[in-house]
């Protein structure tokens, strides 16, 4: 594939890329059905954001009281202040990042290297200041363990998905602790969100069409490891959040498959087996790169917004434990499936244990 198609390939978002959103969300990306280029998509979906900030804005004196009797009728912890205040303060710092990111690409024109250079604090910041956010309003505690573990880089990173915030957590814990530069597998769909979309495309990271063709799928995903120096390539290998309905369709799928699998896949309580593809081509492509477990729990009340407005979050303790296996200790060929899906009971066990 050459550069032009690939870049052609990430900055369109397909039908495909949509088809399991609500129809709000499509209308924000601009149509189920058509292709968009990146610069339409990112005018809408800016102009989306700005406009929706400056009505949020705007209206404080008004959703503020109501949101606040709501919270004393509801008994929920003032969940809906709580996720009101949330929502100002994602907007904002969605277009303060935006207006950096603008500036940065104004004093590096031509300078890809200084622009990557730059952008990575913007990272950081805007991943730090995100889950400090959610944090704040939803009163939520952290700890951590095992983050001595995350450098030296030439890694690959496998976490849990288990919330609408994981995207955040590497970022907070691995890039912004540490110092560990990521190149991630992110899912098309958050293209939709325009300092994802534009900080996005800055860093070699790829933009998977979960109905697309696999092996253009894989090819890309196999790219992010190439040159990884001392760098890490991020995967989600669950691919989505856990339901009980989605543990049943990729059971059912895997006894297609792998049979063999089936019985470790079915005592997952809260984890998806995970989909081995991106894990495996990954390890092909980087055979000598260590690989991060990451585990978490305490964010299963943000997996969903009815998970959310029930206010079971609300002064949750967040725990997670990174564990790291150097390149000498993964197995060979296709006993490394088996051995993924044991690294991922041990993240399960993890999360069960609370």
Request: charged share 25%; aromatic share 10%.
């Amino acid at each position: 594939m050459t550069t032009a198609e690939t870049k052609r390939q990430r900055d369109t978002v397909r039908p495909t890329d949509l088809r399991r959103r609500s129809r709000l969300v499509q209308a924000v990306a601009f149509s189920h059905s058509v292709s968009t280029t990146s610069t339409l998509r990112r005018m809408m979906t800016v102009t989306t954001y700005f406009i929706a900030w400056v009505l949020v804005t705007l209206l404080v004196p008004v959703w503020l009281p109501i949101m606040g009797l709501v919270g004393l009728f509801r008994k929920r912890s003032f969940i809906a202040l709580r996720l009101s205040l949330f929502l100002w303060s994602y907007l904002t710092i969605e277009l303060m990042g935006l207006t950096v990111a603008a500036a940065i690409y104004l004093v590096t024109p031509g300078n890809i290297a200084k622009r990557q250079e730059l952008f990575f604090p913007l990272y950081c910041w805007w991943g730090t200041a995100l889950f400090s956010a959610i944090a704040r309003v939803l009163s939520l505690s952290v700890e951590v363990k095992g983050q001595e573990l995350v450098l030296p880089g030439h890694v690959l990173v496998f976490i849990r998905h288990a919330s609408i915030i994981d995207t955040a957590l590497p970022l907070v814990f691995l890039s912004d602790a540490k110092g560990l530069r990521l190149r991630y597998v992110f899912k098309r769909e958050l293209l939709v969100d325009p300092c994802i979309d534009v900080a996005g495309h800055v860093w070699p990271n790829y933009f998977i069409d979960r109905g697309g063709d696999p092996q253009e799928e894989l090819a890309g995903v196999r790219k992010l490891a190439e040159d990884l120096g001392d760098e890490g390539v991020l995967l989600y290998p669950e691919g989505t959040r856990f339901t009980e309905r989605k543990k049943a369709i990729a059971i059912e799928r895997l006894a297609r498959t792998h049979p063999d699998l089936v019985p470790i896949a079915e005592s997952f309580k809260h984890c998806l087996p995970p989909k081995p593809g991106g894990a495996l081509t990954l390890m092909d492509a980087a055979p000598e790169a260590d690989i991060l477990f990451v585990a978490h729990r305490g964010l299963e009340g943000l997996a969903e917004i009815n998970d959310l407005l029930s206010g079971d979050v609300v002064g949750k303790k967040v725990q997670i434990q990174i564990w790291r296996v150097p390149a000498a200790e993964i197995p060979k060929g296709e006993e490394r499936r088996q051995w993924l899906f044991e690294w991922w009971k041990r993240i399960d066990d993890f999360v069960d244990e609370a």
